[in-house]
């Protein structure tokens, strides 16, 4: 960001922090709280595990029910109060919302409260802005952050508003306001066309992988399900593993050979989470595409949480979301070693869905193998026979295909092969 526009301030690290979760039932409501199908306690849980994941300290939260919007704040007057009752006992520096708050919301309540106040949205931005690492997801953080910034500029030079204008123009915040405006619009335009080449980049990447008709398996999940640890097992790569939120940003990629020997790449990518913030959606669309073209999506659960089954279908809406509710999906729960541990029941799998302990490998062998008959749906086995002396044939169809049986008599191959359809024409042109 230039350094000329005035920077977000950040959450204190180590700091004091406060969550309040409003609730409420009224569809007016709907488009301002998170969509989370969990229960209150699971819900709030949530919010203090975003807030604990930038190692502040969360010592007040509490939930209260809204009956309708009040639009200057989103909270009703009694709640504001109370709030400003609880910033003051705890000396809280910084209190979340865990809502959709507008720019005019987030600069009264802070005003009331005396303190910082951050919304859902932002709390995810700045999550992702601690973990980016590489240089194309540190510009797609500060593309989302800018695009969330935008309408929040008033903020950032309240203390020149107060100053009166003496001439036909505005007075100077007004200016400086027009300023940054123009600065970041300047610097989107910038941000999009470098994320434009990434895009463009790794579009040559996937075409080469189509040439090569190398299938992609990508992994997907809600942050923390044991995405990356899993994608070690699987291909040993010493990526970062952490018991923490959004631990993975940009998407890392590695050749891995199945049993049969076919050769894949496989992706590991962001965790998703409930109401991923559609700033976040518009800047990671380079890294979320790797997601709507692979050939299969491992979606990750946790076996280990009880709120499994909710965060599935969190991670289900950003699927659709982002254009990806219609690929080939193989559901794999993670962590059997926690969700079902010496002497407890068998944890109940779903139809169709592989169980796994990537910290102790157990069920990963039969996740490969699954992998692999999904890969060769609609592949085409075929006997063939060659001549033991044409290796020129028989090297073809082991690079091209899946020997599954072969026979050798006299001086002549018999194989059952399994091939893609395009490969078993080709075949019949050798």
Not at 83 to 94: D, G, K, N
Not at 123 to 151: C, D, H, M, N, P
Not at 194 to 201: G, K, S, Y
């Amino acid at each position: 960001m230039p350094s000329n526009i005035a920077p977000p301030s950040k959450l204190p690290r180590g700091g004091v922090v406060g969550v309040l979760m409003p609730r409420g039932t009224e569809p007016e409501l709907a488009p301002l709280l998170p969509t989370l199908k969990r229960t209150e306690p699971q819900r709030l849980a949530e919010a203090i595990n975003l807030l604990q994941a930038l190692d502040v300290a969360v010592v007040h939260s509490e939930a209260v029910t809204l009956s309708k919007i009040t639009p200057k704040t989103l909270l009703g007057g009694g709640v504001v109060a109370r709030l400003a009752e609880a910033v003051q006992a705890h000396s809280l520096e910084v209190v979340m919302i865990d809502a959709v708050l507008s720019p005019r919301q987030q600069r009264e309540l802070e005003l009331v409260l005396q303190c910082k106040v951050v919304d859902r949205t932002g709390v995810i931005l700045e999550i992702f802005a601690s973990r980016a690492r590489t240089a194309a997801g540190k510009l797609q953080v500060e593309l989302a952050q800018l695009s969330y910034q935008q309408s929040r500029l008033v903020k950032l030079w309240s203390h020149l508003e107060r100053q009166r204008a003496t001439g036909k123009t505005g007075g100077p915040g007004e200016r400086q306001l027009e300023i940054d405006k123009r600065l970041i619009k300047a610097r989107l335009a910038k941000l999009r066309t470098e994320l434009r080449e990434v895009q463009q980049t790794r579009g040559l990447q996937r075409m080469a992988r189509v040439r090569a008709q190398t299938p992609t398996v990508a992994l997907v999940g809600y942050t923390n399900a044991g995405k990356s640890t899993l994608f070690n097992a699987l291909v040993g790569a010493g990526t970062l593993m952490a018991d923490a939120l959004f631990a993975t940003l940009d998407p890392l990629m590695r050749k891995l050979k199945l049993p049969s020997g076919l050769e894949i790449v496989l992706i590991d990518t962001v965790g998703f989470i409930a109401d991923l913030p559609h700033e976040l959606v518009e800047a990671f669309k380079a890294t979320l595409e790797e997601v709507t073209t692979a050939d299969l999506l491992l979606h990750i659960h946790d076996a280990s949480n009880p709120e499994h089954e909710a965060q599935g279908a969190d991670v289900r809406t950003v699927l659709a979301q982002i254009g990806a509710a219609d690929k080939k999906i193989l559901h794999v729960f993670n962590k059997l070693d926690v969700a079902q541990p010496e002497g407890s029941a068998t944890f109940a799998l779903p139809k169709g869905a592989v169980g796994v302990s990537a910290a102790t490998g157990e069920g990963v062998s039969q996740l490969l193998n699954r992998v692999n008959e999904l890969l060769q749906e609609g592949w085409h086995t075929l006997t063939v026979q060659v001549a033991a002396a044409d290796g020129r044939r028989l090297a073809w169809l082991h690079a091209h295909g899946d020997v599954v049986g072969q026979e050798l008599l006299d001086d002549q191959w018999t194989l059952q092969v399994k091939l893609r359809a395009s490969d078993a024409a080709a075949w019949e042109k050798l």
